[in-house]
């Protein structure tokens, strides 16, 4: 008797925070796990929102060789923290998960994929600067990165940036990328190997074409976590990389409208859920959402 009670109470205590869970902050979460896209949501005519939610489609740019951020495994859906943003964007105009269409994305081709219209966003580990904001505009930052140095494991000669001249090394970085600007600063032209994706550049550092790989922090971070002990971070970044998503230059109601949805996913704890699911398996830290830009 006592036993059937204690089995009563806690069958009724767990569907409590089934419903807390359901109902705490708005429901969030699908049966999926992928966050519950709003029901019906409406907005102004002719903004970007409106034509979206009316589509139940979006378009999204991403990468599909950065474990972590965007990685398109054997089951042809992409995982990773850009992903996990993209999803949350698209669940606030009401679109699911499984009606988003990922385009691979490498990093040089991210203005003129918004330019040309071919994505409806990219979220793709894309640095806000002012040179790319002569093209495309930027919501967010939902991430701060920083350029960092992967290298070796058994690798003590490569310290930092400083020291890649005395050691003579090859690096490795992506076209287009702003890592690979940087990097000219500390190493000859002729000793910079560029490709057009950095799965490229861990490959080169594996049968030693190149001695490093310089791109965000958390790219390497993710490249290492695969590479099953080959790799090492060198450890200490040397530039700032406010992660933006990348919409239509000009398209200022968007980009308050992404704003409006990262802070809220802070609050209804997608944010935290879509790290803690990713990037989060490497680098525990939940970030803090920075505080957002302006739109223009
Ligand atoms: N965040 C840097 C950039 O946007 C490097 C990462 C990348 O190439 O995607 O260029």
């Not at 990685?71 to 923290?81: M, S």
């Not at 993710?222 to 790799?231: K, P």
Request: charged share 25%.
């Amino acid at each position: 008797m006592r036993f059937t009670h204690v089995l009563r109470a806690s069958a009724v205590a767990a569907a409590l925070a089934l419903a807390a869970t359901a109902c705490g902050g708005g429901s969030t979460t699908s049966s999926s796990g992928d966050p519950a896209a709003a029901e019906n949501p409406s907005f102004e005519a002719g903004t970007t929102m409106d034509r979206l939610a009316k589509a139940k489609a979006i378009k999204i740019g991403t990468k599909f060789d950065q474990p972590l951020f965007g990685l398109k495994g054997l089951d042809n859906k992409p995982v990773g923290f850009d992903v996990e943003i993209g999803k949350i964007v698209a669940a606030k105009l009401g679109i699911p998960a499984d009606k988003i269409t990922y385009e691979e994305t490498p990093s040089r081709v991210r203005e003129e994929v918004i330019e040309q219209k071919k994505v409806d966003a990219v979220v793709a580990t894309y640095t806000i600067n002012d040179t790319r904001k002569q093209r495309v505009s930027f919501a967010g930052p939902y991430y701060v990165a920083g350029q960092d140095l992967m290298v070796k494991k058994e690798d003590t000669a490569i310290t930092g940036p400083e020291s890649l001249k005395a050691a003579n090394a090859k690096v490795c970085s992506v076209t287009g990328s702003t890592p690979a600007k940087e990097i000219a600063k500390f190493v000859d032209a002729a000793n910079i190997v560029l490709f057009d994706v950095y799965s490229k550049c861990a490959d080169s550092l594996r049968n030693g074409q190149v001695q490093a790989v310089t791109t965000d922090n958390v790219i390497l971070l993710g490249l290492i976590d695969t590479s099953q002990g080959a790799f090492k971070l060198v450890g200490k970044s040397f530039t700032t990389e406010p992660y933006g998503i990348g919409i239509t230059k000009g398209d200022v109601k968007f980009c308050e409208f992404i704003n409006k949805t990262l802070t809220e996913a802070v609050a209804d704890g997608s944010y935290e859920r879509a790290w803690k699911a990713t990037a989060g398996k490497v680098e525990p830290k939940v970030p803090t959402l920075p505080p957002a830009g302006a739109c223009s």
